[in-house]
């Protein structure tokens, strides 16, 4: 008889599954909100927000994405070595030389934000013969990195007097979109206005900008009027609105559900103190189920006793502190819940539905935390998927890609 929640057919001790038509189906719905004149860039850094970053960038880019954003050097290089072809900026600060070099290399656009990078990609690419982009970012008001914004016209400026660069693109980031508009101290609208001016400036002196763009999820989706010629889009593509006052203005599904095997069933009487430091003692005879999964694969500690699971649609307790590879239930209100059977982490089973922000909430965290702490020791499925070939012993598989391969050789 099918299990009533099947949640597949993995035999791993605990997985994240990814749905990727999820993502793209995401990427769809922000691409009709921002409309055909203004492009997507799909923000996959730090391994696709836990997601998988070569699966999640193919997924977006199937749902219309344009482009791909990375925070380092690596990331955009795994892209590529996966024989991704997308344009692919890098979003943080690459400061030496070689870093530069490799960005010609794998056809990797520098963001700058002074001239130092800009003078370096100079050197490497008129040495090369061939022209470097790259983009300039400036800082309108979150002081972490770019060009004081009043510099935007100046540096342009002496760029385009660089003959083997190319100015592909300016920027700026938003610091607080998310917040709603009447308590953000006006900031949104002031980077919004100096970014303007800029561009105006630059109107005036016959310069060209190349793409334009400012919004971050919360931008695209607070107003038109921050989306430019292009989105730099991470949170709302894995489908979680930045903000609980943002979650109506576009469809969005949760790619990620995260699920974990029971290894152990324990009947223990009442008084029973439960994992370390006993921070949970129980009041009853007690049913409690140990899982094969902890805060090593990226259940934060801080949700000792404070999180829940889900079981056939119904919520089961955490109990005692969450330890680095396992953690404890109390399954007494879920006799079938056995030794190998599954419960849902993050996802959702019938009515019942626990979210990151559900997570961010209870440990003092966002939701963007939450997602990226998941480690690559936990294995990758790909959501819909009938069997997995289990691996036991040798090289973990590996699984970025949402494919699990079984060891090679004998
Ligand atoms: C420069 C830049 N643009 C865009 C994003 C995407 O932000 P979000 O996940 O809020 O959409 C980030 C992420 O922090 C970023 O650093």
Not at 90 to 114: A, D, K, Y
Not at 276 to 301: C, E, K, Q, S, W
Not at 326 to 344: C, E, K, M, N, R
Request: hydrophobic share 40%; aromatic share 4%; with cysteine.
């Amino acid at each position: 008889m099918p299990e009533p929640y099947e949640t597949g057919r993995s035999r791993q001790r605990a997985w994240v599954e990814v749905d990727t038509a999820a993502i793209s189906r995401n990427a769809r719905s922000i691409q009709r909100l921002i409309g055909e004149r203004t492009n997507l860039m799909a923000v996959v850094k730090a391994d696709g927000y836990g997601h998988g970053a070569v699966a999640v960038a193919r997924a977006a880019l199937q749902g219309g994405a344009a482009s791909l954003g990375v925070a380092t050097l690596a990331e955009g290089v795994e892209l590529r070595q996966e024989g991704i072809q997308a344009p692919v900026l890098v979003l943080g600060n690459l400061t030496q030389v070689e870093e530069l070099r490799s960005c010609l290399r794998w056809q990797l656009m520098p963001t700058i934000s002074s001239m130092r990078e800009a003078l370096l990609c100079q050197n490497l690419a008129s040495g090369s013969g061939r022209t470097m982009p790259l983009q300039l970012k400036l800082d309108t008001g979150m002081a972490r990195l770019g060009a004081d914004w009043q510099e935007g016209p100046r540096l342009v400026a002496s760029l385009r007097e660089l003959d083997a660069i190319e100015l592909a693109g300016l920027y700026s980031h938003l610091a607080s979109a998310d917040l709603p508009a009447n308590d953000d101290d006006g900031l949104t609208h002031l980077q919004q206005q100096r970014f303007e001016q800029v561009l105006t400036s630059l109107r005036a002196q016959g310069l060209a900008a190349g793409c334009r763009h400012l919004a971050n999820s919360a931008g695209t989706l607070r107003h038109r009027q921050h989306h430019f010629d292009m989105v730099r889009v991470g949170l709302a593509l894995y489908g979680h609105p930045p903000a609980t006052h943002l979650a109506e203005r576009v469809p969005l599904e949760p790619a990620m559900q995260v699920h974990a095997r029971v290894t152990l069933i324990r009947f223990v009487p009442a008084g029973v103190g439960v994992s370390y430091g006993h921070r949970y003692r129980t009041t009853a005879p007690t049913r409690l189920a140990v899982l094969a999964i902890g805060y090593a694969d990226g259940v934060p500690r801080q949700l000792s006793n404070r999180m829940e699971v889900l079981f056939q649609g119904k919520r089961l307790p955490q109990v005692g502190a969450i330890t680095m590879d396992q953690l404890v239930i109390d399954a007494t209100a879920a006799p079938d819940l056995d030794i190998g059977g599954v419960v849902t982490l993050l996802g959702s089973q019938g009515q019942e539905q626990i979210t990151p922000a559900d997570w961010s909430a209870r440990c003092d965290t966002i939701p963007w935390e939450v997602l990226c702490g998941f480690k690559r020791r936990l294995p990758r499925l790909k959501g819909g998927e009938e069997e997995w070939p289990l691996w036991d012993g040798g090289p973990a598989p590996k699984s970025v890609d949402g494919t699990v391969r079984a060891p090679s050789g004998p």
